[in-house]
């Protein structure tokens, strides 16, 4: 279960991730770059070419059993919708995480002390949770349905997981935005205060804009690691796509269609992160020597 | 209490600032007529930049007063949007937006801050980057520009808010030499359209050209003040006699 295995990023101030692409691909979280590279893709190709095509010709002496292929596209569709949803779920926790660990984090360089503080322990407390822990407590903690003017609104389980899936990317963001926004120099929020900017406008006109391109290649990376942990939520009864090739397997009752199966999900995973990791390294890359 | 023009624009009164246990201020007295420019000189580490800074209250004091045009800047209940609009300070690191072109570096704070009409301050930015002689340079980002570049844009964009006041905390110590003289020379034309300036400086001869009056501080006091001619030619006391040998 590699997802959970978020590496820590070192909590220093004004830590500047984009002055250190190397070291950001070290110890931020290194999953998605790790695991999206060529050789991976190569070995998933020739994995998925040796299990198809090795028990095609073993097959040849039982014509009336489908090969392995012409099931894979027979569950396709089903298969592809199960994706879908997880592609959904991904997008909806990033969207939901991202907002509020903007927020988080901004919290995080208050000049009041106890929110600077109050900041700092949800997003610890979020940033180091198992992700499945966190999905449970919200399957749990959140009602089935909620009672908005005697009417009864369902809050079915996929809710629940994209509101859990968010609250780690919620931390992460935090984290993030809070190294960005220590990394701009202080001479920006100087010569803001002396045109006369408040500090919330200083925040909102000159020093988040500036975040962006600093916090950028972390938030994709996040959304990479993201987009493979959502196979989650088939744990907590989500029928996403590792639910349905769960389902799909039983159906065919085959055991020789176990490895094919899920190796084929697999590389719709790598063919969907890949290039988001891609683009992230040359994000870093580009960053990192403008800056 | 309201300011007129005979007394003095910035005053300083037994100005004493710590940072912590380390008193960097100790007891700075000084009048500013309005139009008068004078120069902040002595050795690295004397507080000057602190002194400069008290004024617009990017820096609190301890003890003593300052008031620009009347406005006690050290009162609890100051409105410092008010002192703001009168002071304008340009920095040693330009300080420009990164994110945002020359042209809207200069519109920006009149904008969001005064609320002005966009149009009109457009048209006053253009003009104004006319004026530190940026014509053709108005969607440059500050990347793309020049040190010199830069600092003029940002004393552009400090005159966009209509300061009567401006401070310059030694603006040209980061510049290659020969992007010195061009800043130089905004502040120059500026002193000449009649602007109360305070300035921060290495540059002697530009002082000694300039000024109206010098001051010479040394830990925290400030040991020596005259005109340029006087200051230069005839310093009194050892330090500041030390201090013009070295760098002379
Ligand atoms: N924010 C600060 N916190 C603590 N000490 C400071 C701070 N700013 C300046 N100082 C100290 O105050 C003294 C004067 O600094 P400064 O005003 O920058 O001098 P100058 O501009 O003349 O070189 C120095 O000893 C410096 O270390
Ligand atoms: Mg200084």
């Known amino acids: 279960m590699t997802m959970y295995c978020l590496h820590q990023k070192p909590k220093v101030r004004g830590h500047m991730p984009v002055m250190l692409p190397m070291r950001l691909r070290a110890d931020g979280l290194p999953l998605a770059d790790r695991l999206f590279n060529l050789w991976t893709l190569t070995a998933l190709v020739l994995a998925l070419a040796a299990v198809l095509i090795g028990p095609a010709f073993a097959q040849l002496a039982t014509p009336d059993e489908r090969t392995i292929l012409t099931i894979l596209l027979e569950w396709t569709p089903t298969l592809a919708k199960g994706f879908g949803f997880n592609v959904l779920i991904s997008v909806l926790s990033m969207l939901i995480g991202t907002i509020m660990g903007v927020f988080l984090g901004v919290l995080q360089v208050s000049q009041i002390r106890p929110i600077r503080q109050s900041a700092w322990l949800v997003t610890q407390f979020f940033r180091n949770s198992p992700w499945l822990v966190l999905l449970f407590y919200c399957i749990l903690l959140i009602p089935f349905q909620f009672e908005v003017f005697g009417v009864k609104v369902p809050f079915p389980g996929w809710i629940k997981a994209v509101i859990g899936l968010s609250l780690p990317v919620m931390a992460y963001t935090s984290e993030f935005m809070r190294g960005a926004i220590l990394s701009i120099p202080t001479g920006q929020w100087e010569s803001a205060e002396s045109l006369g900017f408040s500090r919330r406008m200083t925040l909102t006109n000159i020093i988040l804009p500036q975040t962006v391109k600093r916090v950028l290649p972390s938030w994709m990376n996040l959304y990479a690691v993201l987009t493979m942990a959502t196979p989650l939520v088939s744990i907590i009864g989500v029928d996403d796509v590792m639910a349905l090739t769960r389902a799909a397997l039983s159906a065919e009752g085959r055991a020789d269609l176990l490895i094919p199966m899920y190796l084929y999900i697999l590389s719709w995973f790598f063919l969907y992160c890949y290039p988001i990791s891609s683009l992230t390294r040359v994000l870093e890359r580009k960053y990192s020597v403008k800056l | ?248």
């Open chain 2, 1 to 248: 209490m309201t300011w007129t023009p005979q007394q003095p624009i910035v005053s300083l009164k037994d100005v004493h600032k710590s940072f912590g246990s380390v008193e960097v201020l100790r007891g700075i007295s000084l009048d500013v007529m309005k139009g008068e420019v004078i120069c902040i000189i002595g050795p690295s580490g004397s507080g000057k930049s602190t002194l400069i800074r008290c004024i617009n209250a990017l820096n609190d004091i301890q003890a003593g007063s300052i008031t620009v045009e009347g406005l006690e800047v050290n009162d609890p209940k100051l409105d410092k949007l008010a002192l703001r609009r009168k002071v304008g300070m340009v920095f040693q690191q330009y300080n420009l937006f990164p994110h945002k072109t020359a042209l809207q570096n200069v519109m920006m704070a009149p904008i969001k801050v005064l609320g002005q009409d966009r149009a009109e301050v457009e048209n006053r930015a253009r003009a104004l980057i006319a004026k530190v002689r940026l014509n053709g340079k108005e969607d440059a980002y500050p990347g793309e520009l020049s040190g010199g570049q830069q600092q003029r844009v940002a004393i552009a964009r400090s005159l966009a808010m209509n300061p009567d006041v401006m401070l310059f905390d030694e603006v040209t110590a980061a510049l290659d030499p020969e992007t010195v003289k061009e800043v130089l020379m905004t502040i120059k034309d500026l002193a000449a359209d009649g602007m109360t300036c305070i300035l921060v400086t290495h540059e002697m001869g530009f002082a000694r050209e300039i000024a109206d009056c010098i001051y010479f501080t040394d830990r925290g006091v400030i040991v020596e003040s005259g005109p340029p001619a006087t200051f230069f030619d005839n310093a009194q006391d050892p330090r500041t006699q030390q201090f013009l040998a070295q760098i002379l």
